[in-house]
């Protein structure tokens, strides 16, 4: 498949559904494999995504992942309903965690999500409200193909 | 070296059907997922005590053909469902992890 236009799409995720975690992140992969871009454009899509997915899992009640790629740029917001963060400074802190102990057994919940999300994608966007949810945007850019041509 | 080799030097018990004997050439150990995540590269083993169903979408995510489980742990059967679905080789060792760590760098870098 090659990309001319937008191809867009979204997952719904659901809170504490650990069973399906990373399916969204699993499937987005699979869509951006069939497009042929790079492997490490879509490693950094894919780890980025697959943070923000279970951010949601462990925080939220619920949320969405919308995707849309163009030939310039891979775009994910992933959108909660949940509590929200009081202080994005210090979320955004290696190794601050607010997991509950169970999450962390499981080896999630290292207080790396955040700084996984931002050291991957080009562009990092996070904003929160206490109470009502967290929004996060990631852009991947995507290299332009050089040709062989002379 | 190919897994095929690792498999029986380590003595390791597969726990899905088939997997690729693929060339590998290194491994990560960690029971932190989003390090695994952020540090482990495309294409490793990746060797661990976790059993849940979340290691089958981190390695499917990170390209890591196989998951070595540590200490004799019994892995959810939904793990070893979920793997056999997205071709990620899981096996077990009565080994402790640094054991299995080590036995498997003498063997990669010799």
Redesign the interface.
Known sequence: MKLSETLEGSFSLIGGDFSRGGAASCELKSILEKLHLPDNIIQRATISAFEAEMNVIIHAIAGTMLYSVTPERIRIVVTDMGPGIPDIELAMQEGYSTAPEWVKEMGWGAGMGLPNMKKNADVFNIDSVVGEGTTVELIIYIPKERSCAP | MNLGKIISFLNLKPLTETYQDRDVKSAYVS?????V??NAK?GEVWI?L?V???????A???NIPAIIITNNREPDE?TIKKASL?GVAIFKTNLSTFEAAGRLYKLLTE
């Open positions: 029971d932190l997922l989003s390090d995540m952020a495309p661990t976790q849940h169903v979340n290691i089958v979408a981190v499917t995510l990170k939904e997205e």
